[in-house]
């Protein structure tokens, strides 16, 4: 791999993370750094081989407004998908929804397919190219609404722009 | 006991009641589809909510940092193997349940 300025700061910045990670695990004992620092740097390298360093900046204010979105939902899904389950009779209604995303290809995309499926009442079932299948507990439910927002929250974490034609 | 006991209670005791919901679902929803939605919920909104009332308690930050990774991996996994599992189902031609089906 060439070695660029981008690659080192993607080594120092990954491997200050892998060093806090370390210092978690081993509840910050100074005797495991013998260990530790050779770990941390093997880490740092094979991070760099599995994912080299991309353009992508991560917005902190982005990052926090997602969270926020995510937990908000999540919370709000969730009571009403607990009640499905508990209340006395069944009345699901499921369906499969298929949305055209907007996202690059990319990780990007799998990470709103994963979102989605955390988000309580839609699963993610199929992503081809930029095709997402939802399975949704609630038929009536604005499934298209949601997976808009949640993919307009991870574009302004990822800083990346979204096509819309 | 004070405000952050409480809150840490309160927390636990909510965690608890979403992974008593998830595992009713997981036991009372009629297909495949419908039973990953109660275990993906159990992982997102339980383990979190567990998660969150003992980091309120964590003696250290080291340990809090433990907490905090175990809930991120869970919840990685969780929608990883949630949609791996629904795919296969999917591509075998497993149709979803519908509303009128027998149960």
Redesign the interface.
Known sequence: MKITLAAVRAFLWRGTLFA??W??????RPGSWAVGSVAVAFASAASLRLLPPVPTHVSRIGLLRFLVFFVHQ??RG?VQ??W???RPR???????HEVGLRLPAGISRVLL???M?????T?????QGDRL?L?V?DASAPTETEVRTAETRLAQMLGLTLDTR | MTIADWASLVLLVAGAAFFFAGTVGLLRFPDVYTRLHALAKADNLGLGLVVFGLLLKAPSAALAIKLLLVWLLALAASATVGFLIARRARRHGIEPWRAGDAE
């Open positions: 806090l990670l210092w978690a695990l081993t509840d910050g999540s919370l969730g998908v607990a499905f389950a508990l069944l009345a699901l209604s499921p369906a499969i397919a994963n979102t499926s955390l988000l309580p009442g699963l993610s079932v199929e992503l299948c399975h507990l």
